[in-house]
């Protein structure tokens, strides 16, 4: 591709989310998916570029399009769901994408979930390349209380150690609440997300303090010695790398998925999925707390600001939501350009 001015490069226009979907649709199906998988895939990604979470909207979209042209996964893969036991679902994603493997064990799992007050969703031989928060919000939007954790790549040193071992590993978490938005979080066990990093190399920026080490397990802040041989570092010190440690048990081990060192991409060049796990959980709050547990939450939320808490978890998401639905998604003209590329050909 040609050098462009500044200018031109930095130029933007707007897009609808429903045209943003079926772009990204297209895209997905042009490079091998089928068009069930390219439905779910689109519709993640979009929300995250809607939301304004553009480390997992479509700047993922080369590395989607890499991976699946690199063979690792099969971008036409049918879940197998398994009924394992009263509050428990396994599904086998195929070597597929997780996104597709929660889509088609949903109902069951809501349905266990009304019925037992609780259930377990146990996803493995699976990749998951988006962010977390789309997978737990629709259940809040229920009236469900959802957790869930996926394990990734090695990336991160654990604390005290002198390696990388563990993912990114991030959690998710969302509650409904009375009178608002369900409450939702999603944050990594490192102390940046990976595609965070990424950004800042592509953009020249340096990170902050304690994101990272180098090659030589040096302490850095340049984001492209932590991704040409160096590392992260968990948020919290102990704190972030035993959640980091808890995560690789849950969405690894407890699934029957890989942990986050057990796999090797290498005879697949241009791969960038992790091959791992994801477990999700579901709870009914009305089983224990009747009808009362969304205004429960939003009590919560009102102490929460009289305490002098200005902005919540989700808020600045929620923001730009609004926005985006109004004015459309902002886009940089030439990164619109490259996915109709994509989609074309």
Known sequence: MSAQSPTVATACTS???????????QVFVRHGTSPEVAAVLAHNCASAERDGAHSHGVFRIPGYVSTLNSGWVN??????????????????????????????????????ARSAGIALLAIHNSHHFAALWPDVEPFAEEGLVALSVVNSMTCVVPHGA?????????????????????????LATSAIAHGDVQIAAHE??????????????????????????????PFGGHKGSALSMMVELLAAALTGGNFSFEFNWSDHPGARTPWTGQLLILIDPSKTA???????SQELVRQMHAAGLRRLPGDRRHRTRAKSQEAGIEMQVQVLRQLQELAEG
């Open 162 to 186: 002198d390696r990388p071992l563990f993912g990114t590993n991030p959690i998710a978490f969302a509650a409904p609440r009375a009178d608002g938005a369900p409450i939702v979080f999603d």
């Open 15 to 25: 897009i609808g989310f429903t045209e943003l979907v079926t772009l990204l649709e």
């Open 290 to 296: 009747g009808q009362n547990f969304a205004e429960r």
């Open 75 to 112: 971008g036409r893969a049918v879940p197998v769901v398994e009924d394992m036991a009263t509050g428990f679902v396994r599904v086998d994603a195929s070597n597929g994408f997780a996104q597709p493997a929660l889509a088609a064990a949903r109902s069951l799992l809501v349905a266990k």
């Open 204 to 233: 020249g920026k340096r990170l902050p303090p304690g994101m990272g080490v180098d090659s030589l397990g040096q302490p850095t802040q340049d984001p492209k010695a932590i991704l040409e041989g160096g590392a992260l570092l």
